[in-house]
């Protein structure tokens, strides 16, 4: 992939969470005033993710539409009978537990270069003063093999590379198969779509986010929603803490065992000229447990236009402005996460 800029390095949140012995120690820049005053959802409140079942969608008119609504009406939906097989996902939980018990100089060894994203280390952070998300990450292109930086690709647990290489293919082979049942939503020719995602590259993000005595003041992710097309995430324990905003709250996401979460990136919002929804989310964290979560991002090549599909224009306007995926991706990471703002930049107002 192609370089995206690069972010300030901050220490290890995990090796500072390690070291806390009161709620007093919170350094200034972790504490996120927003993570107590926005609105959270009441546990009695009544709403459900929709849940798609891939396997059905892809022969079922109704289950296609359903897709269809969820990305429409939430911009996100939990995915089962996705086909990845359960040993495959329980030896990727296993490995990033694995690789994040390791000393922080040993996971060090993969950290970012002073140009890049890729590798051990934050993202997002631009200047000194800026506050800090609470967690930690390693962030991997996977595919196609041409991009890959070998240096950035753990070798402990000594099964972590073959386990990488196993899961992103199989994640993959979702995300075409999602891409496939969204075309017939949408009332698309498939090969429109599978031109545009000829090659599908693929990066994965690995989350660390550890506990912290007071949840009420840190944010383990800030507010935004995916620079990319399609996620597909794997919570990688039993803790939860991925929020999405509906109806001006964060609604809490309890992932059904077994499941991935997906969600629409801004590609996909700017190519349905807004049909399709990419939807704010943020990460909180607990008190007692750490959280782990991989991310798999997929997006067309950096070279290829972005601009809503004339095929799902209608009456001719336009409700972006046209771009390439590189020039957006760019301009999305010279800036620190800030919810939606990036893609408003592209909004024309009609």
């Given amino acids: 992939m192609a370089t995206m800029g690069n972010s300030l390095p901050v220490p290890s ?34 709403f459900e993710l929709p849940v798609i079942d891939l396997r059905l969608a892809q022969t079922s008119q109704e289950e296609c539409d359903r897709l269809g609504r969820a990305c429409e009406e939430w911009g996100f939906f939990q995915l089962v009978n ?54 930690d990450m390693i962030t991997i292109f996977t595919r196609p093999h041409s991009t890959r930086n070998m240096r950035f690709w753990p070798t402990h647990p000594p099964t ?56 009420k003041k840190v944010i383990g992710h800030s507010p935004h929603s995916d620079a990319t097309s399609l996620t597909v ?18 609604l809490p996401i309890r992932p059904l065992p077994g499941a991935f979460i997906v969600n629409i990136g801004d590609h996909l919002e700017m190519y349905t000229n807004g049909r399709y929804k990419s939807n704010e989310h943020r990460v909180v964290v607990n008190t007692e447990k750490e959280r782990l979560s991989i991310a798999a991002f997929h997006t067309p090549t950096h070279d290829t236009a972005l601009r809503p599909l ?41």
């Fill in 160 to 215: 972590f590379r073959d386990t990488l290489e196993n899961y992103t293919s199989a994640v993959r082979d979702v995300a075409t198969c999602v891409l496939g049942v969204m075309a017939r939503n949408l009332g698309l020719d498939p090969e429109i779509i599978m031109n545009i995602f000829k090659d599908i590259p693929q990066a994965v993000r690995i989350n660390y986010y550890p506990p912290c005595p007071d949840t």
């Fill in 82 to 135: 996705h086909g990845v097989e359960a040993e495959v996902i329980e030896k990727m939980k296993l490995d990033i537990a694995e690789f994040f018990k390791l000393p922080l100089e040993e996971k060090e060894a993969y950290a970012q270069l002073p140009d890049g994203y890729e590798g051990y280390g934050q993202i997002f952070v631009k200047s000194e003063e800026q506050k800090l998300d609470w967690g």
């Fill in 233 to 250: 995430l794997l919570q990688a324990n039993d803790v939860q803490g991925l929020q999405l905003r509906k109806n001006g709250k964060w």
């Fill in 13 to 46: 949140v995990q090796a500072l969470a390690s070291t806390f012995r009161s709620t007093t120690e919170i350094p200034e820049r972790y504490i996120r005033p927003e993570a107590e005053t926005d609105p959270v959802a009441a546990a009695d409140e009544d």
């Fill in 310 to 350: 004339p095929e799902l224009v209608q009456g001719g306007v336009e409700n972006y402005k046209a771009t390439t995926v590189g020039d957006y991706m760019k301009g999305f990471f010279s800036v620190k996460l800030d919810g939606k703002s990036y893609l408003q930049t592209l909004k024309l107002d009609n």
